[in-house]
């Protein structure tokens, strides 16, 4: 008898245990952040040389503009642009300012922002994304749940390795201001900037305008999903803006967004920590006024940069 409950309490105890590890198993599943360590993704060798060129382009009584081209992660040839004021003293504080999906580093928007941040003091370094500009190569439609998705997420994974090397570079000159280094992305700017703010603190101050989290929901009917979660889980913003934090983060979104919902936006702002700040402009995505965006932007550097 006695040997009889003791195997019905060891039975009892199994069966608890497994019940136990499913619902760990479950739980652990359903958190893509915890299942694959998204922050490693993004590690890489800095002792790797950028080979890095500056080249000078303009010379005039307000600025110098520079091209420049340095080596990323995997190898990839990065192009950009460095605008240098003549009106402040070195070393400079940094902007790093990038432009939306389909553009490039010299397109209108991104260049008025340049023209504004150097007339009141700060450098402006911008990049082609992975696969834009003068990187462009073989062209495939951007579409995170389309046959070429997941030549679309590496367009913004390579891109957070590139901005990192950016940075790199950035400690290597001595006219710039390794610690007073902001950042203002646009639209898939804003979305690849939140990651790379996330992951690297050497980003004093980021800004993000026409972006939002939440990448899955792009994917509709089966958005819930853990395919769709796991999938998205490197470039989800949502798993890397808690980590801006206590850097101060500002939002600029468009309250009649067409590309970014406002809602991915909201949901962004949430997880964000504080201090963080988001203006809502009664516009769409392409048709945001410019002007005053930026010129928020720019009280906000003021104020932090």
């Given at each position: 008898?006695?040997?009889?409950?003791?195997?019905?309490?060891?039975?009892?105890?199994?069966?608890i245990a497994i019940l136990f590890l499913l619902a760990f198993?479950?739980?652990?599943?359903?958190?893509?952040?915890?299942?694959?360590?998204?922050?490693?993704?993004?590690?890489?060798?800095?002792?790797?040389?950028?080979?890095?060129?500056?080249?000078?382009?303009?010379?005039?009584?307000?600025?110098?503009?520079?091209?420049?081209?340095?080596?990323?992660?995997?190898?990839?040839?990065?192009?950009?642009?460095?605008?240098?004021?003549?009106?402040?003293?070195?070393?400079?504080?940094?902007?790093?300012?990038?432009?939306?999906?389909?553009?490039?580093?010299?397109?209108?928007?991104?260049?008025?922002?340049?023209?504004?941040?150097?007339?009141?003091?700060?450098?402006?370094?911008?990049?082609?994304?992975?696969?834009?500009?003068?990187?462009?190569?073989?062209?495939?439609?951007?579409?995170?749940?389309?046959?070429?998705?997941?030549?679309?997420?590496?367009?913004?994974?390579?891109?957070?390795?590139?901005?990192?090397?950016?940075?790199?570079?950035?400690?290597?000159?001595?006219?710039?201001?390794?610690?007073?280094?902001?950042?203002?992305?646009?639209?898939?700017?804003?979305?690849?900037?939140?990651?790379?703010?996330?992951?690297?603190?050497?980003?004093?101050?980021?800004?993000?305008?026409?972006?939002?989290?939440?990448?899955n929901l792009l994917y509709e009917k089966e958005a819930l999903?853990?395919?769709?979660?796991?999938?998205?889980?490197?470039?989800?913003?949502?798993?890397?803006?808690?980590?801006?934090?206590?850097?101060?983060?500002?939002?600029?979104?468009?309250?009649?967004?067409?590309?970014?919902?406002?809602?991915?936006?909201?949901?962004?702002?949430?997880?964000?920590?504080?201090?963080?700040?988001?203006?809502?402009?009664?516009?769409?995505?392409?048709?945001?006024?410019?002007?005053?965006?930026?010129?928020?932007?720019?009280?906000?550097?003021?104020?932090?940069?």
């Open positions: 008898m006695k040997s009889y409950k003791k195997k019905r309490i060891y039975w009892f105890f199994g069966i198993t479950i739980i652990y599943a359903g958190d893509t952040s915890e299942t694959f360590p998204v922050r490693e993704y993004y590690t890489y060798d800095k002792a790797i040389p950028l080979k890095d060129t500056l080249s000078l382009l303009k010379d005039t009584t307000d600025f110098k503009l520079y091209h420049l081209s340095y080596y990323s992660v995997h190898h990839k040839k990065v192009t950009g642009l460095l605008s240098l004021p003549k009106i402040a003293t070195s070393p400079l504080p940094v902007v790093i300012l990038m432009h939306g999906l389909g553009d490039n580093k010299n397109v209108d928007y991104v260049s008025y922002g340049n023209e504004l941040f150097l007339k009141n003091g700060y450098a402006v370094l911008r990049i082609d994304f992975s696969g834009h500009g003068e990187r462009k190569e073989d062209v495939y439609d951007f579409n995170l749940t389309g046959k070429y998705k997941h030549w679309s997420r590496d367009i913004i994974s390579q891109t957070v390795l590139d901005l990192r090397r950016a940075v790199d570079f950035i400690e290597t000159r001595e006219e710039l201001d390794a610690q007073r280094i902001g950042y203002y992305g646009i639209s898939l700017g804003g979305i690849t900037g939140t990651i790379f703010c996330g992951i690297d603190n050497r980003i004093k101050v980021p800004i993000v305008a026409l972006a939002g989290g939440q990448l999903t853990k395919e769709a979660k796991d999938f998205v889980s490197i470039i989800e913003p949502l798993n890397f803006v808690k980590q801006i934090a206590p850097r101060p983060l500002l939002m600029l979104n468009a309250k009649n967004d067409e590309i970014v919902p406002p809602l991915m936006s909201r949901l962004l702002f949430k997880a964000a920590e504080e201090p963080k700040e988001i203006i809502w402009y009664d516009a769409k995505h392409r048709d945001a006024p410019i002007d005053i965006i930026y010129g928020d932007g720019l009280n906000w550097f003021k104020k932090y940069l």
